[in-house]
């Protein structure tokens, strides 16, 4: 018979996370679609067996993440709907949950190399005059002498989320772009610790200007090759700081 110390309690959920999954599982069964209305609270709460103030903290999480809107009233626009949440509302958990959950630093990278090379091959075959000027509006901002650490770093994140948008598949865009936020603070506090500046944003400027020239000559290989180089140059740097 086993000690009683190997026996672990009981873990109680909160009853409103119980409530979460029951509506998640009608979102992800397709039961409940974007335009839905969810039914009032008062029968909410009777069918799922829970409290109301449960059924309100279920739908409060939900609607904080962009998944329902909520409005009081008795118009058309009234009660709980599901909502098509924008692609904005998915990057913004995604870098949240990225920046909490301590991946190791190289799987981040290793995720942001496989993305940012699939976006550079779609990028390259089906790029536009407008998609080339939104590449090159922060290329050229951060060819600025004067330009200080930050501002490089939001520049060089708004370079890199160009490319991905350009790549055609918005969803991968999206994961660019919560991996890419991720780890911009661990970027910033490279670039503040680096001890030569104009050294590395001068070779930094020079693996993105050569990134764009083989996007503007449509080689996506060429131009998903320039990206890992950049990435994987900047990693190896990263690790230099994270042991000194």
Known sequence: MAAPADWAPVQRVPTYELVLRRIEEQLINRTLRPGDRLPPERELATVLGASRPAVREALRVLQAQGVVKSAVGTGADSGTIVTAAPSGALTRLLRVHLAVASFPLSDVVEARVMFERFSALGAAKAITPEFLARIEAPLLAMDDPG????????????????????????????????????????????????????????????????IYRALADADGPRAADELEKHIEGFYARMRVGEQD
């Open 147 to 210: 330009i200080d650490r930050a501002r490089f770093n939001e520049l060089d994140t708004e370079f890199h989320v160009a490319i991905a948008e350009a790549g055609g598949n918005q969803f991968v865009a999206d994961l660019t772009v919560a991996v890419r936020e991720s780890i911009r603070s661990d970027i910033l506090g490279t670039l503040e610790h680096s001890g030569d500046w104009p050294e590395v944003r001068d070779g930094l400027r020079a693996d993105h200007h050569a």
